[in-house]
């Protein structure tokens, strides 16, 4: 885990690289180095200990969930009966592949899911599945009817 004061070593250009690589993350070091007026080597090199402080935590393509069969997305809220089945809820979480998202959260729920499934079919099974997990009492679901924006990038700012 990043520590917070790792991130006041951040100078405008980090900056200027983050925001690039947060809108394309393909965008090649030359490319960046060119829009931002530093050498190839330096960029690479900023965007390595990006990497290695963990400031960057991953690369990885977005893909449309449409496009690849997965038509229902939905938010599900989970009320649990006691903490004490908190971490079996994450772990399973973590181990199913519908979901996408898992949230711990103050208020009515514990754990909030994202989640993306074929049909309502496999909405309702995954649901069966959820609710027989060791300490959910039950669960809320909304079922997502569109999106205007799912994706977008953290507002980073120089302290």
């Given at each position: ?52 402080s963990g400031v960057i935590r991953r690369f990885q393509a977005i893909v449309d969930h449409r496009l690849v ?51 309502t079919g496999t909405l309702e099974k995954l649901l069966r599945t959820i609710q027989a997990w060791p300490g ?24």
């Amino acid at each position: 885990m990043v520590n917070i004061e790792n991130y006041i070593g951040l100078d405008e250009f980090d900056i200027k690289i983050l925001n690039i690589l947060q809108e394309d993350g393909r965008a090649s070091a030359s490319s960046i180095a060119a829009q931002i007026g530093m050498s190839i080597p330096a960029v690479t090199e900023r965007i390595k200990k990006l990497v290695e402080s963990g400031v960057i935590r991953r690369f990885q393509a977005i893909v449309d969930h449409r496009l690849v069969g997965l038509d229902v997305s939905a938010i599900i809220t989970l009320i649990s009966e006691s903490s004490s089945h908190y971490s079996q809820v994450t772990e399973n979480a973590n181990k199913m592949p519908e979901v996408i998202k898992c949230y711990s959260t103050t208020g009515r729920g514990s754990h909030l899911l994202i989640v993306r499934t074929q049909n309502t079919g496999t909405l309702e099974k995954l649901l069966r599945t959820i609710q027989a997990w060791p300490g959910v009492e039950h669960t809320e679901t909304q079922i997502i009817l569109s999106s205007y924006k799912e994706f977008s990038t953290v507002p980073i700012i120089n302290k």
